[in-house]
């Protein structure tokens, strides 16, 4: 058989092969744009202050936010974030962590996966595992998931660090294990 009978036997199954062509173009087309997308997550509104604890003559406790870090024994954040989803089909994060990195020697001096206590969600749409920590966030498609996050540190070294000009970021991975970070606070120096 030569390439002249090739070619008209071609020609006489043209409308069977355009239409599984088509087809299959179609899938390949309409999967793609499905998992085309990724995760985006906004810091609306975030607190961060130096506070200090303790016990009053009644035997109360009380925290008191203080503007020294002679004063302070904490250092609190508070972090109210959406998470979006815009592909079609559900996505997850996981490993949320709280990371505090030095700029001067960009160095990370804290890192800390968040503990589900510490986590207020406002959506019906939002499921954790919480057997062992804070494992995973399974995103809806085309769902908005807002979280509060709050927490404290009490080490005194990473308080100073903080205090003489460290960042604050939030760090999570997507269900490829690409991490997405997110500045939270810019350190004044």
């Known amino acids: 058989m030569d390439w002249n009978q090739f070619f008209i036997i071609l020609k006489n199954y043209d409308g069977i ?89 960009n160095k990370v001096i804290f890192s800390k996966t968040i503990n589900p206590n510490n986590v207020k969600h406002k959506e019906k749409f939002f499921y954790t595992d919480i057997r062992d920590g804070f494992k995973f966030i399974n995103l809806e498609p085309k769902k908005i998931v807002n979280m509060r996050i709050e927490g404290k540190i009490g080490d005194k070294q990473i308080i100073e660090n903080i205090f003489m000009g460290a960042d604050i970021i939030m760090s999570a991975l997507n269900q490829k294990n690409k991490s997405l970070t997110r500045l939270i606070y810019k350190g004044k120096k």
């Open 17 to 105: 092969l355009g239409v599984i062509l088509g087809t299959v173009v179609t899938l390949i087309v309409s999967n793609v744009i499905r998992n085309y997308g990724k995760i985006h997550f906004y810091v609306n509104e975030y607190d961060v202050y130096l506070s200090h604890e303790g016990i009053n003559e009644s035997g109360n406790r009380t925290i008191e936010r203080v503007n020294s870090l002679e004063k302070a024994n904490y250092f609190n954040y508070a972090l109210e974030i959406e998470f979006y989803n815009n592909s079609e089909i559900p996505k997850i994060l996981r490993n949320i962590r709280i990371i505090i990195r030095r700029k001067v020697f």
